[in-house]
Nanobody, 121 residues
């Protein structure tokens, strides 16, 4: 079984930056790809970014491409999401997910509890 714990959320002004972290425990971390999703109030959970098992491959939602960077440190069992040039529309609960290599939430096996990101205008 895999446990995922996110941290790093908070309140930031538009144009600012935040870095989210997700610490994993349980199954060997380097054996599964990781992703980040987000869910705004009243909306579906949307894909943000994914990173391969080694960390060498990644892909992003168009809405965050060029502003967000996903990375992982397999020695620390942690995946990161660096978010720059934040916009009010980035406000959401951000979830890390493991076990998938996809834009689709249903293809991920493991989920964290989420961390709130609020971007003020």
């Amino acid at each position: 079984q895999v446990q995922l714990v996110e941290s790093g959320g908070g309140l930031v002004q538009a144009g600012g930056a935040l870095r989210l972290s997700c610490a994993a425990s349980g199954r060997t971390f380097s054996s599964y790809a990781m992703g980040w999703f987000r869910q705004a109030p009243g909306k579906e959970r949307d894909f943000v970014a994914a990173v391969s098992r080694s960390g060498e491959g990644s892909f992003y939602a168009d809405s965050v491409k060029g502003r967000f960077t996903i990375s992982r440190d397999n020695t620390k069992n942690t995946v990161y999401l660096q978010m720059n040039s934040l916009k009010p529309e980035d406000t959401a609960v951000y979830y890390c997910a493991g076990g998938g290599w996809s834009r689709y939430a249903l293809q991920y096996d493991y989920w964290g509890q989420g961390t709130q990101v609020t971007v003020s205008s």
